[in-house]
């Protein structure tokens, strides 16, 4: 008999999923200028965490390359690819070491928000994450002075923790109050 703790990883699936218009994939090295074009605008990196400001090509370069080094138990990134337009923004969820439940993130390009865009792919998306993913719950968080990310939130099923948590935004360098949500697999 086989003895389970030899025995060889089971390959895990790159994510796939199909909405109406969309199609959320792992980003993949094509992707970069696309991505570096879709988050070089102060409007979108304002409102994230992480990006800097400026969003350099590079930025968006060192991105896609990390992906495959991502441990897929923690980090699923993914492009959000319009099925006419290509790639129009990003989500992905990602768990900090000891954290129980990942933590949602997402934009989507200037250009092409009004749409319905991204509530189409964070609805599909935390749905993925529990019957895709095995997840019983998924956090999320937006700056309160950004109330159509809690509208895409709200309208996926996610509820205000009312927890208010100090967030910094790298591109503004500032320190800003962020709303804690939680949606219940
Ligand atoms: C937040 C973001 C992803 C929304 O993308 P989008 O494709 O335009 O979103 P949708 O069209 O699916 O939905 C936006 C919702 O917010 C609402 N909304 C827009 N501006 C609003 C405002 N100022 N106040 C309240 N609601 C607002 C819209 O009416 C819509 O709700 P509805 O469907 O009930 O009418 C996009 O603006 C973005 O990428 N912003 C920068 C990055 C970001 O904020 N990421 C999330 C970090 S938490």
Partial sequence: MLNPRHAPPVPIE??????????????????????????????VVRMLSRAPWPYRREDAEAFVAGVAHRDPA??????????????????????DAGKPFPELGYWVARDHWGRGYASEA?????????????????RASHF???PASGRVLIKAGMLYTGVVEALHCAARDETLPARGLIWLA
């Fill in 122 to 138: 964070v609805a599909a998306a935390l749905i993925w994450a529990r019957d895709g993913w095995g997840k019983r719950a998924v």
């Fill in 144 to 146: 309160v002075e950004n």
């Fill in 74 to 95: 923690t980090d699923r990134p993914m492009a959000i690819v319009h099925r006419e337009h290509g790639l129009i923004g990003g989500c992905g969820f990602h768990a």
């Fill in 14 to 43: 790159p994510v796939r999923i199909e909405t109406d218009r969309l199609i959320l994939r792992p980003p993949g090295p094509g992707d970069a200028d696309a991505i570096y074009r879709g988050i070089n605008h102060f409007d």
